[in-house]
């Protein structure tokens, strides 16, 4: 078995739909002519810069296979985003041929779920102080990489959003359950929230919660 680049004119996957319901998905496409089998890979994806993928291996499905069940079902679970590559198999004399296409047509991405994190910023100043102590406290349901959270501290009042004030990066990753930071001294007049670095990316996998 072995991946070749689709060109012009060879079979391609083409129309790949999904239905989702609770935790089963069902894929649906349009078969080229002459293929009667495909492999199936699945793969977790993460779209930060320092990402790996995890691929589930590859299956193989028949066209006999999706005619009898109308499609092609699996069953989602955990968190994120997970992808669906339907590769067309060409058999050759050396073995089968998956075809990768360059349209990425015959690839889809679905939403596993999000991810609960919640956070707490509490406070503590005495009467002829300058400064308060603040520390943050995160509470993760799954492991979380640090270049996901950022926490930016505005003058006057809370941060709207990431670019509502100064930007800070977290040093080290969160562990699943409860983080507690160390405490950091800031201004009185200053506050704290915490947001997605990539509110486009990495709000499709969790959720952030103020508590």
């Known amino acids: 078995m072995r991946f070749v680049v689709a060109e012009d004119g060879a079979p391609a996957i083409s129309g790949l739909t999904r239905f989702i319901e ?15 089998a495909v492999y199936i890979e699945k793969t977790a994806v993460d779209h930060s810069e320092d990402a790996s993928e995890t691929k589930s291996g590859l299956k193989l499905y028949t066209r006999a296979e999706y005619k009898a ?15 669906f590559t339907v590769y067309a198999c060409q058999e050759s004399s050396d073995g089968p041929r998956l075809l990768e296409q360059p349209n990425q047509e015959n690839r889809i991405e679905i939403s596993a779920g999000r991810a ?4 707490s910023v509490v406070s503590r100043s005495g009467l002829f102080r300058k400064f308060k102590s603040v520390q943050i406290q995160v509470t993760a349901e799954v492991p979380i990489a640090k270049e996901v959270l950022c926490y930016v501290k505005k003058q006057g009042g809370y941060p709207a959003s990431k670019d ?10 969160f ?3 409860r983080n ?15 947001f997605f670095t990539d509110g486009r990316i990495h ?9």
């Open 69 to 83: 069940n109308n499609g092609y079902h699996s069953r989602i679970d955990g968190f994120g985003l997970v992808a």
């Open 175 to 177: 562990t699943a359950g």
């Open 22 to 36: 609770e935790d089963h998905c069902t894929l649906r496409w349009n078969w080229p002519s002459g293929i009667d």
């Open 203 to 211: 709000g499709q996998m969790y959720e952030l919660i103020s508590v």
């Open 164 to 173: 509502d004030g100064v930007l800070y990066p977290f040093v080290a990753p």
């Open 180 to 194: 507690i930071l160390p405490a950091i001294e800031i201004g009185k007049q200053e506050f704290i929230r915490l």
């Open 116 to 119: 609960k994190i919640h956070y």
